[in-house]
Structure formats: structure tokens, C-alpha cells
């Protein structure tokens, strides 16, 4: 049987405490620009626009077929290009991180323009009519009575769909770059301590997400009860 | 952007000295997965009608154990599980037996781990899908079961779960389809499958182009099946008279 040691994990604290740091960065910026994306991608695809329409399900449906860890490799091979050819950056700037923030960002995209979408779309059709019957255009009716009843609605799945992302985001791994987990793995192979890291790793995952999923849980009740 | 393509390489032999081409690497790891992916998703299937069938019996403990098979492998990444699948569990197991896996050759090993890995974390998303189709069934079915004098296994067997599994069909369908998404975890502890050997190309060949371009479609093709097979049996099994089937 294996003998834990478990004083070697206090000693890389501040590394794993900087790992999760990258992962929580990788998650809000995946979460707002996913959630800006996924909003216009789903008015797309509402719209009266046939060729917007084709667009938004063209998009999701080439985001949703790919693994993601093709994805992340992906735009790691891409987004280093792109940004010299366009801003001239200097190499000074994290690569990797840069990389996968796009990545998550155009793929939470189309993830949540699918649930917005469901949100919108669950609404009576009265809601709509009644904001142009008093005057509102068609642009006041989604700002002021469609998309915060929509949001609101939906907010237990957008908050599981968050939940998901924190959880991916340890898929990064595969173009090496130091979140929590990878930090977690490079810090057993150094010392020997592989065993005890990824238990931890894992129990540090558990504890968050079950927290969250309890949240997300409590919230569903609070809402039913309206 | 400077860029040389060059197709022909996907039919140059390969640089190891083994015989084959590149386009056989990528056949291979084609191979990989879908066998990594129909393995698991029958792992999946098993595991999670089990613990979803649990889930909803009246006896509590049972219950709880389903509740909390989801709550572990629900809330842990899927590549955190294929590490402590690949080096934690043989080294908590008896030593013997850890040992007769660690001697095993390598390529069996990260099969095996992978189709446990993926077949129990996807049992765990199936599991939910089960509960939440046996729930959704009206609470007269199982009591008109058990009044017709079956007992709760042949309820179940002859009532609930043929009208449970049809009505889940279309959830269940895009469950195989993350299946086959997931399987690439895999590579992460050394299987081949598909992105595994795009990335292996890549060192081989420094063409990074054109593997991830054919290993992305290959995906997509994979997809395009299930979806296709899904929909057959769909066809096949709908319940007549049900919305949306």
C-alpha cells in the first residue's frame, strides 16, 4: 500500500494557489465573453435574417462537433499567428493563456447562444407582441422584456453551463499551460508525489463544484417559489 | 502567413522505420476511438441504468449510493479521473494487484484505464438521464403495475424501463455524441486515438495543417454516424402518439 505524505503539499502552496488563479481567469473570461457571444449568436439565430439564421447554426453545430482538446490545439497552432501578423505583440505576452481564453471564449459561445436561445424561445409570444403593442421597437422589447425574463429563466442552467467551463478549463493541459492541475501534476513528477497531488487535485475540483451544483440546486428552489 | 502545404505527406512512410504511412497512423487512431467510444458508451450504458435505476427504488441506501456515485464523478474533470484512474488506483490497490496491472503492456493499460475512466464518468451523466425519464413517467404506471400483482424488478422490467428508455432516446443520443468528443481525454495519458496521433503527426511531419484538418473531420464524420445510428433507432422504438418522437 501506498504511504501519503502530506507535508510536501503546504510547501507548494503559493504554486498551486498561482495554478488555480490561471484557471479561474480562463473560467471569467470563457463565462462573460461566452455569455456576450452566446447572446448575439442566439438573436442571430431568432432573427427574421435566413443568412443569420445559417450563420448561428453553421457556428454552434462546427463548435459542438469538435473535442475540445482538437479545439484548444487548434487555436494554439492559430491565435500565435494571428497576433503577430495583426498586433506585433511582444513575446513577453502568455501565448498559451491568450490561446486558450479564445478558444474557451468562441466555444462557450456556442453553448450558451443554445441555452439563451431555449430562454428566449420558452417565453409566451404575448411578451413580445405586448412590448410593440406599446410602442416599444423591436430592439427595446428584447433589452426591457425578453432577455431579462429570458435570463432570469435560464439562470440555474447558464450557472451549470459555468460550472462546466471551471471543470474543462483543466483540459488546457494539453498545450502545457500552468493552471491548477497541470501545476498539480508537475509538482508530483518533481517530487515524487503524483499520488497525493492528483488526489488533491481532485478533491480541490469535488469541493468547488459540489459547493456550486448546491448553489445552483438552492437558487432552482428559490426561483420555483416565485 | 507562410505556410507550406503539402498533402503528399499524409502518404509518405512514416520516419519510425515501422512500415505504413501517416495516413495509417491516422486510420489507426481512427480506430482507436471508435472502439474507445463504443466500449465506453456500452460501460456507460450499463453503469448508469444501474445507478439511475437506484436512484428512484424506495429502498434509501440504495438511493444514497446513486446520489452519491453522481456527486464524485460528476463534479471531478474528466482528465483529473483519467489520471487517477492511470497512477493513483493501482497504487491504493494490494500490492499484487497493482502490480499485475503496472505489468501489463502499455497499450492494453491506457485501453483499459481509458474505457474505465470514460465509461464511469459518462455512467454518471447517463445515470441522471435514466432518474430523470423513470421520474417523468406518471406515478400510475408503477402503481398499476404492482397492482397487477408484478413485484417492484418485474415492474420495472416489463413497465417502467421500456417506456423509460424510449422516451430518453434523444438526450441519450447526445450523450454518445460526448462520448466520442471525450474519448479524446485519452491521449493525455498516451492512448492513440485520433488527437493523439494528429499531435504525433504534427512532431513527425511539422505539418500541423493538414493532420488536425483530417482528425477534425474525422470527428465530424464520427458525429454525423451516431447521429444518424441514434435516429434509426429512434425511428425504430418511438412510442406512438408522444410529442416530439
Known amino acids: 500500500m501506498f504511504e501519503f505524505d502530506w507535508s510536501s503539499i503546504a510547501q507548494s502552496r503559493a504554486l498551486l494557489a498561482a495554478g488555480m488563479w490561471i484557471t479561474l481567469k480562463i473560467t471569467l473570461v470563457a463565462i462573460l465573453c461566452g455569455l456576450a457571444g452566446g447572446t448575439l449568436l442566439a438573436l442571430c439565430s431568432i432573427a427574421k435574417s435566413k443568412i443569420l439564421n445559417t450563420f448561428a447554426k453553421g457556428y454552434v453545430s462546427v463548435f459542438r462537433s469538435i473535442p475540445l482538446i482538437m479545439l484548444l490545439l487548434w487555436f494554439f497552432l492559430i491565435v500565435p499567428q494571428l497576433l503577430k501578423a495583426v498586433f506585433d505583440l511582444s513575446p513577453s505576452i502568455d501565448i498559451r493563456l491568450v490561446s486558450a481564453m479564445v478558444a474557451f471564449s468562441l466555444l462557450e459561445a456556442a453553448f450558451f447562444c443554445e441555452i439563451i436561445r431555449a430562454g428566449i424561445q420558452s417565453l409566451p409570444k404575448g411578451q413580445s407582441h405586448a412590448a410593440r403593442a406599446v410602442g416599444m421597437t423591436p430592439v427595446q422589447s428584447m433589452r426591457f422584456i425578453i432577455l431579462p425574463q429570458a435570463f432570469k429563466a435560464m439562470l440555474p442552467i447558464l450557472l451549470t453551463q459555468c460550472i462546466v467551463i471551471f471543470q474543462d478549463t483543466s483540459l488546457v493541459y494539453v498545450i502545457a499551460l500552468g493552471d491548477f492541475f497541470r501545476r498539480a501534476t508537475s509538482i508530483g513528477e518533481r517530487d515524487g508525489t503524483l499520488v497525493q497531488m492528483l488526489l488533491l487535485a481532485g478533491l480541490v475540483y469535488w469541493i468547488i463544484c459540489s459547493l456550486l451544483s448546491l448553489t445552483v440546486k438552492l437558487l432552482q428552489l428559490r426561483n420555483s417559489h416565485d | ?245
Open chain 2, 1 to 245: 502567413m507562410d505556410y507550406k502545404w503539402n498533402w503528399g505527406v499524409l502518404l509518405q512512410p512514416v520516419a519510425t522505420g515501422e512500415p505504413g504511412t501517416y495516413l495509417g497512423w491516422l486510420a489507426t487512431g481512427f480506430l482507436n476511438t471508435l472502439v474507445l467510444t463504443l466500449l465506453a458508451w456500452i460501460l456507460a450504458m450499463i453503469v448508469g441504468s444501474l445507478f439511475g435505476i437506484m436512484r428512484t427504488l424506495p429502498n434509501r441506501f440504495a438511493a444514497a449510493l446513486g446520489t452519491a456515485y453522481v456527486s464524485v464523478f460528476r463534479n471531478v474533470p474528466l482528465i483529473v479521473q483519467f489520471f487517477i484512474w492511470y497512477f493513483v488506483v493501482p497504487e491504493l490497490l494490494p500490492a499484487s494487484v497493482g502490480d499485475w496491472i503496472k505489468g501489463l503492456a502499455p497499450y492494453t493499460q491506457f485501453f483499459v484505464v481509458s474505457i474505465f475512466s470514460l465509461g464511469i464518468y459518462t455512467g454518471s451523466r447517463v445515470c441522471e438521464q435514466v432518474r430523470a425519464g423513470i421520474n417523468a413517467l406518471p406515478k400510475g404506471q408503477k402503481n398499476a403495475g404492482l397492482a397487477l400483482g408484478f413485484n417492484l424488478a418485474q415492474t420495472y422490467r416489463h413497465i417502467l424501463l421500456p417506456v423509460t428508455y424510449r422516451t430518453i432516446i434523444s438526450p441519450l443520443t447526445s450523450e454518445f455524441l460526448i462520448v466520442s468528443k471525450n474519448s479524446a481525454v485519452a491521449s493525455t495519458i498516451g492512448l492513440l486515438e485520433l488527437s493523439g496521433q494528429a499531435r504525433q503527426l504534427v512532431d513527425y511531419t511539422a505539418q500541423p495543417y493538414e493532420s488536425f484538418i483530417c482528425v477534425t473531420l474525422a470527428y465530424v464524420a464520427l458525429n454525423f454516424v451516431i447521429i444518424r445510428l441514434m435516429g434509426w433507432i429512434r425511428n425504430r422504438t418511438s412510442l406512438p402518439g408522444l410529442m416530439g418522437n
